[in-house]
């Protein structure tokens, strides 16, 4: 069967479903990934066949000026507006790319924003598709929305209505935007609905550990809580003679990272990092990612990398400070290490909120929030904390047990086999 991917978005957006593909390819499918052309490079070695859009990526997005201010606002409503706007130039792009990557697949997967070219393509090939969700989108009671920020989950009927506020946020403005985008692909009927996307997919599998958020009762006849997909170290990626120095020559050190999300400052969020460090008494590693710090001259206790494989870095960490992304959030909690978290938009409140309630990472600091004290306070908290540090070990012993590839793998040709499928 050749399989087809479809992934759209950061780096802790492509690396989950390039592992799933890896596991596809393993169990003896042909496997076609279809990402941006700057994240495409991560999946040499798999034995996956590569294929690039020159669709605009989400670094140049998020990097640009009107980004930052995505990144910045406080109204959902305004960030995801502003994003469909960013996405809106390149979207045509994106989906004739998909289009010609998917000739001659027999099946369509997709991920995160990768539904919207995903189904699209799926439609006008008449291949049967799948959903592979990175975060817990649908709708129950037993937690909010990913969508939103943290409300008052307490009010009775709060988690439902959010989940109903999430969606018509993300269908209002990216639904319509798909639309015009496919219209030389398949000019049909409207983009459906969540709940009708759903209910036509072959499975819906979900890249997350059933450890961090259960997999709600409701959900059982059509979705699947896999355990998350991890990747591997890049084949051939060594730690640097000056990376192994700074970890053997003193106590495990703070990592530091925020990934695709780069406030307006990054040197003024690096002068943070670095003053909050030296509150706490701690060493750290700063990881650059797409520009949120700036890499300065800096004290001889902090030690600045471009990039180092979550894998291998955070096991090796005292606590990791990050924004709170699907997959660093998933990588850290592997590593068994306590988390600070800093989210900045989209589902990271989500995720900083939820490793907060399972004891592995004291509460969120905001970016728009973000001081050297605040962050210093938190940091001192997740090192020195037993109880938090044990809650994060235990947490990652569970997670490291899983094989979510796998599980993933298995639930998908399991799905294919059966002839009917529940709806949601």
């Known amino acids: 069967m050749v399989v087809a991917l479809v992934t759209i978005g950061s780096l802790g957006d492509v690396q989950p479903v390039l592992a799933l593909g890896s596991g596809l390819k393993r169990a003896g499918h042909a496997v076609r990934v279809i990402t941006h052309d700057s994240l495409a490079a991560l999946g040499r070695g798999l034995g996956v066949d590569l294929r690039s859009t020159t669709a605009a990526d989400p670094r140049s997005v998020l990097q640009s000026e009107a980004g930052r201010e995505v990144l910045a606002s406080r109204n959902p409503l305004r960030a995801w507006r502003a994003f469909a706007s960013l996405a809106e130039k390149s979207a045509s792009t994106l989906f004739s790319d998909t289009l010609a990557a998917c000739e001659g697949v ?17 439609a006008r090939l008449g291949v049967p598709y799948f959903a592979a969700h990175l975060i817990p989108i649908g709708a129950t009671s037993d937690f909010p929305s990913p969508l939103l920020p943290p409300g008052p989950a307490w009010v009775p009927g709060y988690n439902q209505a959010s989940h109903a506020l999430g969606r018509w946020l993300v269908w209002r403005w990216l639904a319509p935007l798909a639309d015009r985008a496919r219209a030389g692909i398949r000019p049909v009927s409207r983009f459906p ?19 961090v958020v259960p997999l709600p009762a409701a959900w059982s006849a059509w979705a699947r809580f ?6 591997d170290a890049p084949i051939g990626w060594e ?33 943070i990092v670095v003053e909050a460090l030296e509150r706490a008494g701690m060493r750290g590693i700063l990881l650059s990612g797409w520009g949120g710090m700036e890499m300065r001259p800096l004290p001889p206790t902090v030690l600045a990398l471009d990039f180092a494989p979550h894998v291998w870095l955070y096991p090796r960490a005292g ?18 290490v306590p988390s600070v978290v800093v989210p900045f938009a989209f589902d990271q409140p989500f995720w900083a909120e939820r490793i907060r309630r399972l004891g592995a990472a004291p509460p969120p600091v905001p970016a728009r929030d973000l001081s050297a004290a605040r ?20 947490l990652g012993e569970r997670i490291r047990a899983e094989d979510g590839v796998a599980t993933a793998v298995r639930e998908l040709e399991r799905a294919l086999n059966r002839r009917d499928r529940p709806s949601a």
């Open 193 to 211: 609905s969540l709940a009708a996307l759903t209910a036509g997919a072959k499975a819906s599998l979900f890249g997350i550990s059933p450890a």
């Open 239 to 271: 730690a640097s003679p000056e990376l192994v120095r700074f970890l053997e020559t003193g106590p495990p050190p703070v990592v530091v990272g925020f990934g695709s999300m780069s406030g307006r400052n990054p040197a003024g969020t690096t002068g």
């Open 375 to 394: 962050l210093a306070s938190a940091i001192t908290c997740a090192v020195e904390d037993p109880r938090m540090r044990e809650a994060a070990r235990a």
């Open 319 to 336: 606590a990791v400070v990050h924004h709170g992304g699907a997959g660093t959030t998933a990588a850290a909690l592997r590593a068994g």
């Open 106 to 122: 027999d099946l369509v997967g997709f991920s995160g924003l990768g539904m919207f070219p995903g189904y699209a393509v799926a």
């Open 226 to 231: 896999t355990g998350y997909w991890f990747l």
